[in-house]
């Protein structure tokens, strides 16, 4: 049961390695016979279900333990109490096992230093245990130390009920409390199925999103509130477990990726009635309208069809994005940079190695693909503080996103700094209405990928003479 490794350890040994041993389970009087045992290495051994029963006092039996090594060992639950009579204890390698949630207590008054909880299945971690942790930190740093939790590689968590954690590991962080290494590197789950940078989820915003919630009642009717569903899509991944009613009482999960569909007033007959007459008499209008406009050519007429064309209706539209929340913009701006360079998700492929081959070989240029949903205002908003010219590569796809009218939107007002719109494609909102829109430089128009070479020149020239001439490039990808 022990394996032959066993006598490494000595009556009097501090170091006890049985990595690898093919050993399942240990008596519960095991330590008992190594009183002064300060660092035992159980990796790789299969006792994940042994450990699920272990007795509470197992380890206990030998306080004078500083390291406890149990890395792939094919844990999925351990006792909450394993640890909790260990004072000495220093370093707990947990590493690479099949822990989905680490609920351990430790000693009151532990001297714990270094945490592994590193790959591979762990995505949040409780109040509790962030709680404990906090405490274990405040005495590390009493002593002119730092806790280590290291959490690299798991799964982890930015869904609802995982916002104190998020927030956690940001303060950590921030704080200088507790080293978390790679922590620039960790990557979370946000309610709307992406995944995030963990440093750069907006917590606040993940506490907005999630507040949808609240209206909710888990078995009611189906949401057709517009504003409620919309919201509900934002945290989709955090609705499991809720259900709720259709139409014909049948109880459907609302963690899908659509929403049951609501009754469709606009196909009752009590609603189709009056829209034909009512269409019936617009169409009677607008042919009389077009044939005055044709035959008298009425200047006023003119005026009056073309306020109501469909392209101020797009610009309004545009104008209501651009013009949202300026108050957030911060009031300084730096030039470390030349360029931010903002491009919309769809066009990355087909606009950017242009740019790359054209700008970094004059000026810095600091690039972002596209805005996430969840990812921090601020962190775009500082990008673009270092820069002197912001460059929005403006196409249908840029209009039509509303994610990207909005940051450009914050990012306009009271500046000192300019933006200088590059406009892709042909709008049937007009080019003048995008230039209205960009009123602080002139916007420069990519004559088209078939475009003769003289054309392309002339287009790159005008774009490098807009935005200042420097030399050298320093491309980096945020």
């Excluded at 949401?223 to 919201?231: A, F, G, K, L, V």
């Excluded at 209009?399 to 049937?428: E, M, S, T």
């Amino acid at each position: 049961m022990f394996g032959s490794r066993v006598a490494f350890f000595g009556n009097g040994g501090s170091n006890g390695d049985m990595q690898n041993t093919k050993i399942v389970k240990f008596s519960d009087n095991f330590f008992r016979y190594f009183p002064a045992l300060k660092v035992v290495n159980l990796g790789q051994l299969s006792i994940g279900e042994w450990m699920k029963h272990i007795n509470i006092s197992f380890f206990g039996k030998c306080p004078t333990l500083t390291e406890i090594h149990l890395g792939d060992c094919q844990l999925t639950t351990i006792p909450a109490t394993a640890f909790v009579d260990l004072p000495a204890l220093e370093t707990l390698n947990l590493s690479s096992n099949s822990l989905r949630s680490f609920d351990i207590s430790l000693s009151a008054n532990g001297n714990l230093s270094h945490l592994n909880l590193s790959g591979k299945s762990i995505s949040t971690l409780s109040e509790d245990v962030l709680a404990e942790l906090n405490a274990v930190a405040q005495r590390r740093l009493q002593a002119g130390d730092r806790l280590t939790v290291d959490l690299r590689r798991n799964p982890l968590s930015c869904l609802c009920n995982s916002s104190d954690f998020v927030r956690q590991l940001q303060d950590w962080v921030a704080k200088r409390e507790v080293h978390v290494p790679g922590f620039e590197g960790y990557r979370c789950l946000y309610p709307n199925g992406s995944k995030l940078v963990s440093s750069r989820v907006d917590v606040d915003q993940l506490l907005a999103d999630c507040d949808v919630l609240t209206q909710v009642k888990n078995g009611s009717d189906c949401p057709c509130d517009d504003d409620i569903r919309r919201r509900l899509g934002l945290v989709r991944l955090s609705l499991h477990g809720y259900v709720c009613r259709r139409p014909d009482g049948e109880l459907v999960s609302m963690s899908v990726q659509l929403l049951p569909t609501c009754p469709d007033f606009f196909r009752s007959a009590t609603f189709i009635a009056p829209v034909v007459v009512g269409s019936v008499l617009a169409l009677v209008l607008a042919v009389t309208l077009v044939f005055l406009y044709r035959h008298r050519k009425d200047e006023r007429l003119h005026r009056i069809i073309e306020r109501v064309g469909m392209s101020r209706i797009a610009r309004l539209v545009f104008q209501h994005d651009m013009t949202r929340n300026y108050d957030e913009l911060p009031s300084e701006f730096t030039y470390e940079n030349d360029v931010f360079l903002y491009i919309q998700e769809n066009e990355d492929e087909n606009v950017r190695h242009l740019f790359d081959v054209e700008l970094c070989a004059r000026r810095q240029v600091l690039k972002h693909g596209y805005f996430s949903v969840g990812l921090k205002l601020e962190t775009l908003l500082k990008d673009v503080q270092t820069c002197r010219w912001l460059v929005p590569v403006l196409s249908p796809n840029f209009v039509n996103d509303g994610k990207c009218c909005h940051f450009i939107a914050l990012a306009q007002y009271n500046r000192p700094h300019a933006i200088v719109p590059v406009v892709w494609n042909k709008f049937r909102t007009k080019l003048l209405t995008i230039k209205s829109l960009m009123n602080t430089a002139e916007p420069v128009t990519w004559p088209g990928d078939r475009a003769s070479d003289q054309e392309k020149e002339t287009f790159w020239n005008t774009l490098l003479e807009t935005t200042g001439d420097r030399d050298g490039c320093a491309t980096t990808a945020v």
